[in-house]
């Protein structure tokens, strides 16, 4: 079975801080995203890489960057937190062909105070 | 650009009763159709997909079925269960990179 996981299932941040969130497929996934989840807006997609070193930006990617350095690890930055960046943070990965399914992480539920 | 449309929940049924989630979507081209599931505290799971025009993905007892001709997924399930209870996902994937674009979510509450 694909198992994605994220470092932490519940964070607490004060403003201004530096977040980084973990992500680690083992699957050897070529795809991997970083989505937030927010009551009433589904899942909205922040960065995704297609493979180590490559990014690219999603439909809300300002206020976060992303890191690639190895295949199956994919890290979301919250460069300076903010109380408008609590939510839901869901990542995922997925072969690179087209129409593939995206295996998702349990979530990581980040409140900034 | 691309989107999805889902039917605003909660929707509450008694268990063993018939369910329908409207899903209808706008897009370029020949997109993949999926629907994942989230339970309580857990991330998203596929629940079913259909990769072309009058696919019928199936699982678990629940069908829906490609229509290009009017833009819909609707998921179906005839018998629910008080496990069916969660926050169901209608989502395209029909660009680069392989990227979704998700509907807003249907909570299910199935009560015995």
């Known amino acids: 079975d694909v198992k994605v996981t994220q470092s932490s299932r519940y964070l607490v941040k004060r403003t201004g801080e530096k977040v980084f969130l973990e992500c680690v497929q083992d699957?050897?996934?070529?795809?991997m995203f970083w989505y937030r989840q927010d009551p009433g807006l589904g899942l909205r997609l922040i960065y995704f890489?297609?493979?180590?070193?490559?990014?690219e930006k999603g439909d809300i990617p300002e206020g976060y960057s992303v890191s690639r350095e190895k295949k199956e690890r994919f890290s979301l930055i919250l460069e300076s937190a903010s109380t408008n960046q609590t939510s839901m943070y869901l990542c995922?990965?997925?072969?690179?062909?087209?129409?593939?399914?995206?295996?998702f992480g349990p979530g990581t539920r980040l409140l900034v105070l | 650009g691309d989107s999805v449309t889902q039917m605003e929940g909660p929707v509450t049924l008694s268990e063993e009763a018939f369910l329908t989630i409207n899903c209808t979507y706008t897009?370029?081209?020949?997109?993949?159709l999926f629907w994942y599931v989230q339970y309580p505290g857990e991330g998203l799971q596929l629940l079913l997909k259909?990769?072309?025009?009058?696919d019928k993905g199936s699982n678990k007892g629940f069908e829906a079925t490609y229509r290009k001709e009017t833009t819909s997924f609707h998921l179906e399930k005839g018998s629910v269960q008080v496990s069916d209870s969660a926050v169901y996902f209608c989502?395209?994937?029909?660009?680069?990179?392989?990227?979704?674009?998700f509907g807003a979510g249907t909570i299910l509450r199935v009560k015995s």
């Open positions: 995922a990965s997925s072969k690179r062909l087209f129409g593939e399914t995206q295996y």
């Open positions: 699957m050897d996934h070529e795809n």
């Open positions: 890489s297609y493979d180590v070193k490559m990014k």
């Open positions: 897009a370029t081209g020949y997109p993949s």
């Open positions: 259909a990769t072309k025009a009058d």
């Open positions: 989502a395209l994937s029909g660009g680069y990179g392989n990227k979704l674009v």
